[in-house]
């Protein structure tokens, strides 16, 4: 709890520091409304406040946060992802979403062994992109690069090779386009029965390729079998690789936070990209 209360209050000021003095109302008016039993907090607790429980024989979960806009943004993700492998969603109020629990709900971080990992969520992110392009609004990958064209506090040859490669990278991006989860790192995987299922989309158009960065743990191996199971040439897979690090990095700063680990893995990766500078 800590660790979201510092998030919260980082991010968010006085509204976050509001927002956590409010919590045990909100989720006794949703607990009421929604008529849920047994609900406790799950851990660890990050960015968002989450409890699971029971609404009558159904496992559910509950997610609260005080980004209001973020959490309807999510809802409509995953109700454009319905029914192409993302968990259920049971209801939405302001700032709150009530979803499908994941059964036994394993992190595909957590499974053995590693190799197999990648090539699950590979499978997950072809089930995903069959989706229809929804008619709500989302947000393109491009204005997310944006963020990339703006002063940061990070160092400028990395930042500038991300321009770079960006401006290069995007004059030969494929016209093919999908609705992405955007943020599919390896814990927003869960297993549900005998299949796998997403949590936390983002919801982001772009092309496909966007989405494998999140959920690569070994860039040395898992880079090349993404390339390889999506047919996409390896030196592209690299270099947007490495424009998301230095992106993720970027975001890191804009809400007060700690940017080192998507730079480490941006210089590690940086070696293997043979052109474009």
């Not at 409010?22 to 006794?28: D, E, S």
């Not at 609260?64 to 259920?88: H, Y």
């Not at 700032?95 to 499908?100: S, V």
Request: aromatic residues 8%; contains cysteine; glycine residues 6%.
């Amino acid at each position: 709890m800590e660790k979201l209360r510092h998030n919260i209050i980082k991010i968010y000021g006085s509204r976050g520091e509001d927002w956590l003095v409010r919590l045990p109302q909100i989720v006794a008016s949703l607990k009421k409304d929604w008529d849920l039993s047994d609900l406790k907090a799950l851990s660890p607790l990050s960015y968002s406040y989450v409890l699971e429980g029971m609404r009558g024989q159904v496992p559910i979960v509950v997610k609260l946060s005080p980004d209001i806009a973020l959490i309807e943004k999510e809802a409509q993700a995953l109700e454009a992802f319905k029914g192409f492998g993302a968990v259920s969603l049971l209801g939405c109020e302001k700032g709150a979403l009530l979803l499908e629990k994941a059964v036994p709900g394993e992190c595909l971080k957590n499974r053995k062994p590693q190799e197999s990992r990648i090539e699950i969520a590979c499978g997950v992110i072809q089930r995903l992109h069959q989706a229809p392009l929804p008619k709500e609004p989302f947000p393109s990958i491009e204005a997310w690069m944006a963020t990339l064209d703006s002063s940061w506090s990070l160092p400028q040859e990395l930042l500038q090779r991300a321009r770079l490669l960006k401006m290069q990278l995007m004059k030969s991006a494929c016209a093919h386009k999908v609705l992405l989860h955007g943020d599919l790192h390896q814990d927003n995987i869960l297993s549900h029965g005998n299949d796998w299922v997403v949590i936390d989309p983002k919801g982001v158009i772009g092309h496909p390729l966007h989405e494998l960065w999140a959920c690569v743990e070994d860039s040395l191996q898992d880079l090349q079998f993404v390339a390889c199971y999506f047919n996409y040439p390896l030196q592209e897979v690299l270099g947007w690789y490495y424009v998301h690090l230095i992106l993720a990095a970027c975001w890191q700063l804009e809400d007060g936070l700690d940017s080192n680990l998507f730079l480490t893995r941006a210089k590690d990766i940086l070696p293997r990209i043979e052109f474009y500078f």
